[in-house]
């Protein structure tokens, strides 16, 4: 009896690449990586790379943007199941992030791509939608703790603030990794939210 064999969703092939280019970029640089390192690492030709992406900015901004989506999603649901702000904390900084977003194990070499695409002027575009759309989570997140309190945080306010201190502390453990802790974030969030509290 023969084996039927299935071809790779694209979704498949996607999910490969970024996972390899994730690999490359944190081996070689993002600068020095070619399109056939990372299609070679996918277990793909260059073929199947162009079949997917004309660039490599376009699949730096395709992993960026499927970060955003699987933070989107993790975000959610655990807030979904943790309302309070302390407890929404706590689980969000106990929670493993998936195996499946390179991104989420790899917060150096977001920032890292962050910065390269914010030195594209033509991908500049792409890279504000994200921004855009991670303000808005943040924002949803507030609004839902803010329900039910005396004195509401300002969403949009607030959620700038905290996309730019997440994105401050991986600077500076980039430049700093022994002086500044993995859980700085966190531990700053939570010492604003005792401050709120008073």
């Known amino acids: 009896m023969s084996r039927v064999r299935t071809r790779p969703t694209r979704d498949d092939t996607r999910d490969k690449l970024f996972e390899a280019a994730a690999r490359v970029f944190e081996e070689q640089g993002i600068n020095a990586a070619s399109i056939e390192a990372i299609a070679a690492a996918a277990g793909f030709t260059r073929g199947a790379f162009y079949s997917n992406f004309t660039s490599k900015d376009e699949l730096i901004v395709a992993m960026l943007e499927d970060h955003v989506d699987r933070s989107l999603q993790h975000h959610r649901e655990i807030l979904a199941r943790h309302p309070e702000p302390a407890d929404f904390l706590a689980a969000l900084r106990t929670a493993e992030r998936s195996r499946q977003d390179p991104l989420g194990r790899a917060p150096l070499l977001h920032l890292e791509l962050i910065l390269f695409v914010a030195r ?79």
């Open 120 to 198: 594209l002027e033509r991908r500049r575009s792409d890279l504000r939608e994200r921004l855009r759309t991670r303000r808005a989570l943040i924002a949803e997140i507030i609004d839902k703790l803010n329900q039910g309190r005396g004195t509401p945080i300002d969403a949009q306010w607030g959620s700038a603030m905290l996309l730019a201190l997440e994105d401050g502390f991986r600077l500076h453990r980039l430049i700093d990794p022994h002086g500044v802790p993995a859980d700085a974030f966190f531990r700053s969030v939570a010492e604003l939210l005792q401050l709120v509290r008073r």
